[in-house]
């Protein structure tokens, strides 16, 4: 009974972390069902962009980092002195790349950095970073080539629809096999 | 933010079974149209508003206006079949339960010390801006300068697609077009 309330205690605490992948995997596997369970070729193809777009998601989930932002620098990290700095922060923060992060530099103090434009700037050009955390920009640059590569596989499957339909009469996939034995 | 995480993946899941259970194809089309876009909403609260904007363009957009082509070009209402499918039911269940016991080792959402954000060494963020003399968007320097090699492969990808299209598409007129020569021909 204990271990049950135990196991239970870990389910819930891993939902929150892990919710996103399951609604993914939902998703995924209603492209998948629609994909294998329907005759007709159009809906075939349907299916293939619902599991495409939920692999889209499940990489794009993966690249978010709690409390960050789009990895769009702002204008006050082109002063940074580059190099040095960079090898630097690269082995202070090796197990936390995306927080370029001053200890107790919030977001709401560096939104004010506008109004008092002297110190604050200076302090964080200093330091080398503008105190935002940047989700990972990978999946993102990943997604990017496999979505346009999508689409071009769905072109090339509707054409290929389109000719069958031409000599077949028919987008049932049923339909014409039964047309490919009478011939 | 959670709760308009919450309420977008629901309507995804809403709309990805009504996308199964739908008979009327143009339906389908239009569903798989809001789909796309309810993706890239999230996409966009993932901050990834790259891949946001190309899912509404592309997914949302130019994928919507194929299928409906095409639907123009052939049929648009599916068979109907009495029958429960079942076995493929079945498949999907247990491929599913299979992956959701591989996310239980998974790193969970938003964990900042998870392998894909470690193993890279992520130093490109911070050198992107000086090697791409300014250029404010990670995402676009390693699209076309890090990994330019492979967006020059996919342009090919798109190209060989497009080549691919035509030459199925047209093979119908040009035959029609040498039988109506030959027959201009033997009259």
Same mark, same amino acid.
């Given at each position: ?10 389910? #819930?605490?891993? @939902?929150?972390? *892990? ?13 998948? @069902? ?6 007709? !070729?159009?809906? %075939?193809?349907?299916? *293939? ?19 960050? #932002? ?24 090796? $197990? ?46 990943? !997604? ?10 769905? $072109? ?15 987008? +049932? +996939?049923? +339909? ?8 | ?8 993946? %629901? ?8 996308? $199964? ?24 609260? *993932? ?19 194929? *299928? ?37 080792? !998974? ?10 954000? %470690? ?12 090697? !791409? ?55």
């Amino acid at each position: 009974m204990s271990n049950d309330l135990w196991q239970l205690a870990i389910t #819930t605490e891993q @939902f929150k972390g *892990l919710y996103n992948y399951w609604i993914v995997i939902f998703l995924m596997m209603t492209g998948f @069902f629609i994909v294998i369970s329907r005759k007709n !070729m159009i809906k %075939t193809v349907i299916g *293939l962009n619902i599991f495409q777009t939920s692999v889209f998601l499940l990489y794009i989930t993966m690249g978010k980092v709690n409390n960050g #932002t789009a990895p769009i620098l702002g204008p006050e990290d082109a002063h940074h002195d580059d190099h040095s700095h960079d090898k630097s922060h690269d082995a202070e923060h090796a $197990a936390h790349p995306f927080l370029n992060q001053i200890s107790e530099q919030t977001p709401a103090q560096n939104v004010s950095v506008g109004n008092e434009p002297t110190a604050p700037l200076e302090v964080l050009a200093e330091a080398g970073n503008s105190g935002l955390i940047y989700s990972n920009p990978l999946p993102s640059v990943l !997604m990017l080539t496999a979505i346009v590569v999508g689409i071009a596989t769905t $072109a090339l499957a509707l054409a290929l629809i389109v000719r069958i339909r031409e000599d077949y009469g028919t987008i +049932e +996939e049923d +339909e014409i096999l039964i047309l490919d034995r009478e011939s | 933010m959670i709760y308009i995480d919450i309420i977008i993946l %629901t309507l995804l899941a809403v709309t990805a079974v009504t996308v $199964a259970r739908i008979r009327d194809l143009w339906a389908a089309v239009m569903f798989t149209g809001i789909y796309s876009f309810l993706g890239a909403s999230w996409m966009l609260l *993932l901050d990834a508003p790259d891949v946001a904007f190309t899912e509404a363009a592309v997914g949302a957009g130019i994928s919507t206006v194929l *299928l409906l082509v095409t639907l123009a070009l052939t049929s648009k209402t599916e068979k109907t079949s009495v029958s429960v499918p079942i076995v493929p039911l079945l498949v999907v269940i247990g491929t599913g339960a299979a992956l959701i016991y591989g996310t239980l080792d !998974m790193p969970h959402f938003g964990d900042p010390d998870a392998p894909v954000h %470690t193993h890279p060494n992520p130093g490109f963020v911070e050198r992107s801006q000086p090697d !791409m003399h300014g250029l404010p968007n990670v995402v676009t320097a390693v699209l076309a300068s890090y990994r330019g090699y492979d967006t020059l492969g996919e342009t090919a990808v798109i190209f060989t697609a497009g080549i691919g299209v035509l030459l199925i598409l047209r093979r119908e007129k040009t035959s029609t077009e040498a039988d109506d020569s030959t027959t201009e021909g033997t009259s």
